[in-house]
């Protein structure tokens, strides 16, 4: 029998903070909180770092950066995931969903052909991973194209979670024509003359995208998989998303969408860069608002992994929260919305995904890792 004790910890547990506490951790799952004997254990001295559990990601698209980090410059799939899990690890992320777009050729490497290449790249490398490595397919329901690849995910199971996406220009992200056409040039290097061609194609696919939409929903569901809506902006949209049964509002463009999201039952994701930033890069709404007002429940990395530790640790200071009013906007929150009941809090029989986080020049960072009870990453930042 594998265990280890954690000593002389500061220990977020899901509803209060425990100052000099202790931790038993056997083969792989928390076996004891501040338990009285533990002689045949290994012990760790934290010296007064802070413990809290692994984070869970449901949205980060970093991984599609590992494979183009320049437009048109394309690194090997096993590459990029190795080096998108050492990221996830070191940030203290234990469980990632990688979001990964299927648009039919319309946004960079967001092509059905490449998103299904990169799928199976994660499955492969995760008997060798450090995280836990999940699949978020984020569809675009004007791709017709998309339908049959998804479905065979879905039936082969490799899909976690499903996220619907509609980036036609006058709603949800882009508010205008306008806006959208400078982002396609700007973003992803496009012509005027190839900006024209996605524009009707994606005009031409608008029809049948509900039925589309619908039998992927009840796909996903006898699957066991959570549903996500991305960028709602009214309302109108989340009633249609709520007679779906779409359990998850990803990034709600205002306070009104958000709040009427969560009245109606569906929990609500805003990213990890927002806080930091203290903006929206869209112009949307702030996420430190939403906290405010109450309306959000999980924070994701979205591009940046290495934010959400230190979105967490800033909340507290910007807002009413404590600290494990913080921790579970990316702990108990997300494994809750994706039905991960193993994980996400410090609590006996849960799996030890665990991480302790130091304080170098006043800045949190993840020092130590454990998945499943076995260190996955060791950030030294005492050098004496």
């Given at each position: 029998m594998s265990q280890m004790y954690l000593t002389h910890a500061r220990i977020i547990l899901t509803n209060e903070v425990l100052e000099d506490a202790s931790l038993l951790i056997k083969d792989g799952l928390i076996a004891a909180i501040n338990p009285d004997n533990c002689a045949s254990a290994s012990e760790i001295d934290l010296k007064g770092k802070t413990i809290m559990p692994g984070m869970i990601d449901l949205h980060c698209d970093a991984l599609e950066k590992e494979v183009e980090p320049r437009p048109g410059v394309h690194f090997p799939m096993n590459f990029a995931i190795a080096q998108a899990d050492k990221r996830n690890a070191a940030a203290g992320i234990t469980t990632v969903f990688h979001a990964m777009a299927f648009a039919n050729n319309e946004l960079g490497v967001r092509s059905n052909e490449m998103a299904a290449q990169l799928v199976s790249a994660v499955h492969a490398w995760q008997p060798h991973a450090l995280v836990d490595n999940r699949v978020h397919c984020r569809y675009e329901i004007t791709d017709v194209s998309g339908m049959p690849v998804l479905q065979s995910l879905l039936e082969n199971k490799q899909m976690d979670l499903l996220s619907l996406m509609d980036h036609t220009p006058g709603q949800g992200q882009f508010k205008s024509m306008a806006a959208y056409r400078e982002y396609l040039k700007r973003t992803y290097k496009r012509s005027e003359s190839e900006v024209d061609d996605i524009l009707e194609q994606k005009q031409?696919?608008?029809?049948?995208?509900?039925?589309?939409?619908?039998?992927?929903?009840?796909?996903?569901?006898?699957?066991?998989?959570?549903?996500?809506?991305?960028?709602?902006?009214?309302?109108?949209?989340?009633?249609?998303?709520?007679?779906?049964?779409?359990?998850?509002?990803?990034?709600?463009?205002?306070?009104?969408?958000?709040?009427?999201?969560?009245?109606?039952?569906?929990?609500?994701?805003?990213?990890?860069?927002?806080?930091?930033?203290?903006?929206?890069?869209?112009?949307?709404?702030?996420?430190?608002?939403?906290?405010?007002?109450?309306?959000?429940?999980?924070?994701?990395?979205?591009?940046?992994?290495?934010?959400?530790?230190?979105?967490?640790?800033?909340?507290?200071?910007?807002?009413?929260?404590?600290?494990?009013?913080?921790?579970?906007?990316?702990?108990?929150?997300?494994?809750?919305?994706?039905?991960?009941?193993?994980?996400?809090?410090?609590?006996?029989?849960k799996r030890a995904d665990l991480i302790a986080v130091d304080f170098p020049g006043g800045l949190p960072q993840v020092s130590s890792v454990w998945v499943d009870g076995v260190q996955a990453c060791q950030n030294n930042y005492d050098h004496g």
């Open positions: 031409a696919a608008a029809e049948g995208a509900f039925e589309r939409v619908e039998y992927l929903i009840k796909l996903a569901h006898a699957n066991g998989i959570s549903v996500a809506s991305h960028d709602d902006d009214s309302s109108e949209r989340i009633d249609t998303m709520t007679a779906l049964n779409v359990q998850i509002s990803e990034f709600p463009i205002n306070l009104e969408t958000a709040r009427y999201a969560r009245q109606q039952g569906m929990s609500t994701i805003m990213g990890a860069p927002n806080i930091l930033r203290g903006k929206s890069q869209s112009g949307s709404m702030r996420a430190i608002d939403g906290i405010h007002a109450d309306v959000v429940d999980c924070l994701c990395a979205d591009y940046a992994p290495a934010a959400l530790i230190v979105a967490v640790f800033q909340i507290p200071e910007i807002s009413e929260l404590n600290l494990a009013d913080a921790v579970r906007f990316v702990t108990a929150n997300p494994a809750k919305a994706a039905g991960l009941h193993d994980r996400g809090e410090i609590a006996v029989g």
